[in-house]
C-alpha cells in the first residue's frame, strides 16, 4: 500500500503569493496531521483531522495559514499570503484513530522556501 | 513552552560503539513516548515506543529507557552502524488524545 502521498516536494515562491500544500493519506486511516519543521522549533503540529474534521488548529501561526479535508483521500495546507519565515518542511502525516501506540505515518515532506 | 526537550543537537559515534540520545519531558500527563528517525529528503519513521507502564522496551539493537521519576527518556542504539546517522526525534503523547509532541531532534552521526 503506497504511505502518504504529498506534493509538491518542493516548492519557491514569492512573498506575498498564495501556496498550497497538498496530502493524501494512507487508506483507511482516519487521522490527518500537518507538521511543520524548522531548526529554529522542530517539528510543531499545524492542525490535525480526525473523520475529515478539524479537531485542534491551535498550532496554526495565523489567520494567513488554512486547512481543509474535504473528504477521507485529500486534505490542503495553504498559506495567504506567504511570508519568508514560512519558509520550511511542511510534513504530513496520518494514523488510524484506536491503533495501539498511536503511531503516526509521515509522508515525504515538502520543502517551501518563500523568497 | 517546550513540553519535551532534546538537548542535545548532535552526538558523533564510532561505529560498533553504543549510542545514547536523551529526551526530557515536562508534563507528568504524558503516558506514551515514541522515537522515530529521519533520514534527509524523507519524513520521520517510526523506531520504537514505550508505554508508561514499562521502564524498558527493546527491539533488535534499539533500547528504550523510561525513567518517569526523573520525567526522562532515552534511546541506546548497539551496536551502532553506519545507516543509523539520522536524526532521531523523542515525542510523547497522553493516551486517547491525538496530539504527538515532539523534541527538536538529535542528529546522529555515526563514524567509520
Not at chain 1, 518542511?89 to 522556501?113: D, H, I, K, M, N
Not at chain 2, 541506546?76 to 496530539?99: E, L, M, T, W
Request: with cysteine; net charge neutral.
Amino acid at each position: 500500500d503506497a504511505g502518504v502521498i504529498q506534493s509538491p516536494r518542493h516548492e519557491v515562491t514569492e512573498m506575498g503569493q498564495e501556496v498550497t500544500l497538498r496530502c493524501k493519506p494512507i487508506s483507511g486511516h482516519n487521522s490527518l496531521f500537518w507538521y511543520r519543521q524548522t531548526m529554529m522549533r522542530g517539528l510543531e503540529l499545524l492542525i490535525y483531522f480526525n473523520n475529515n474534521v478539524p479537531i485542534d488548529d491551535s498550532g496554526m501561526p495565523e489567520d494567513r495559514f488554512s486547512a481543509k479535508m474535504p473528504n477521507a483521500s485529500f486534505s490542503t495546507l495553504k498559506i495567504q499570503p506567504s511570508e519568508p519565515r514560512d519558509s520550511a518542511v511542511y510534513f504530513c502525516a496520518s494514523s488510524l484513530t484506536g491503533l495501539a501506540g498511536v503511531e503516526q505515518f509521515f509522508g515525504p515532506g515538502t520543502r517551501l522556501t518563500v523568497l | 513552552d517546550q513540553q519535551v526537550k532534546q538537548n542535545s543537537p548532535s552526538l558523533s559515534v564510532q561505529e560498533g560503539r553504543i549510542s545514547i540520545l536523551n529526551c526530557d519531558y515536562t508534563n507528568s500527563m504524558f503516558d506514551y513516548f515514541l522515537w522515530y528517525k529521519k533520514y534527509p529528503a524523507e519524513g520521520p519513521t517510526f523506531l520504537i515506543s514505550i508505554s508508561s507502564i514499562k521502564d524498558k522496551n527493546e527491539d533488535g539493537r534499539f533500547t528504550v529507557f523510561l525513567n518517569k521519576s526523573a520525567k526522562h527518556l532515552s534511546l541506546h542504539i548497539v551496536p551502532s552502524q553506519p545507516g543509523d546517522s539520522a536524526v532521531y526525534f523523542c515525542a510523547a503523547i497522553i493516551q486517547g488524545a491525538q496530539k504527538l509532541v515532539f523534541g527538536q531532534g538529535t542528529r546522529l552521526t555515526i563514524n567509520p
